[in-house]
């Protein structure tokens, strides 16, 4: 029984170092993962000279691209010639982007006698875009006299095209005596719409007489659709005596058939003595 015992204890320590060995190899392979991300829980004494020189040219591969991206982290001291050199391109590259775009971080300093020229250009492009569009960032003072003409004569345009749709702002002291008319026109004409749909921004103060009636007449038609479905928009008090009659004998008639067929709302007391006895002779 001894040495069976004993080889089988031999068995278990093998077992658990082929367990064991999967881990320790993970734990060395994460410590040299963590070096070369520079990670502070890197331990380089447990690095080997080829995984030191590994680690080394990550870390050269990172300030490379800090220095690229701008960051402060940035260590140029440790670049050669040839990443200095590009690096100082990008560097140009990105300010002409920036000063292009507007941005507060451009040095015009930096910039060559030709790329100000162009910048100064895109400059004045884009506060005339701002000035036609009426952005804040408009700067009245840099338009030329042709360019402060042209930026009035949209501006007057769009004020013209607001006042006709009724959307945005509307100036109507701007407007010519044909574009007052044809506002005039274009929101009357939305006013009627708005009766004619029973919307809230209807002023029937603004109807013409033939649109009133018209309208009118559709409205007795919606109120009266409204109570026959017996909906709640109903108003019982603008029915004439006819469509009162009309709606009467229609909720007489379904008042019957409920209580007769045993579905629906029914109320026995709206019955006439012939409905009632007709009733219990069927139940």
Not at 30 to 53: F, M, P, V, W, Y
Not at 113 to 130: H, S, V
Not at 245 to 271: F, I, V
Request: contains cysteine.
């Amino acid at each position: 029984m001894q040495p069976i015992r004993r080889k089988y204890l031999w068995a278990q320590v093998a077992c658990l170092s082929l367990g064991l060995w999967p881990v320790v190899t993970h734990a060395q392979s994460s410590n040299l993962e963590n070096c070369e991300a520079g990670r502070e829980i890197c331990d380089q004494s447990k690095l080997s000279a080829t995984q030191l020189a590994e680690v080394a040219l990550a870390a050269h591969g990172r300030n490379v691209a800090n220095c690229r991206n701008g960051y402060s982290s940035c260590d140029r001291s440790t670049l050669n010639e040839a990443e200095t050199i590009a690096l100082a391109v990008a560097d140009h590259q990105r300010n002409v982007t920036d000063c292009n775009d507007g941005r507060s971080s451009c040095d015009r300093s930096k910039l060559t006698r030709f790329e100000a020229g162009d910048i100064a250009i895109a400059e004045r492009k884009r506060n005339l875009a701002d000035c036609t569009t009426g952005s804040g960032a408009c700067d009245p003072t840099k338009l030329t006299p042709a360019e402060t003409e042209e930026v009035n004569i949209s501006r007057r345009q769009v004020n013209a095209s607001n006042c006709q749709s009724g959307y945005g702002l509307c100036d109507q002291s701007q407007l010519t005596p044909s574009q007052t008319r044809d506002a005039t026109t274009a929101a009357h004409r939305r006013n009627a719409q708005n009766c004619d749909n029973d919307w809230n921004e209807c002023d029937h103060s603004q109807l013409t007489p033939l649109e009133a009636r018209r309208i009118a007449a559709s409205e007795r038609q919606r109120n009266l659709a409204a109570c026959k479905d017996g909906m709640e928009t109903c108003d019982y008090a603008k029915l004439n005596p006819s469509e009162a009659k009309t709606l009467a004998d229609a909720e007489h008639k379904r008042n019957y058939a409920a209580c007769l067929k045993g579905y629906g709302y029914c109320d026995l007391s709206r019955l006439t003595s012939e409905e009632t006895s007709s009733i219990h002779q069927v139940h």
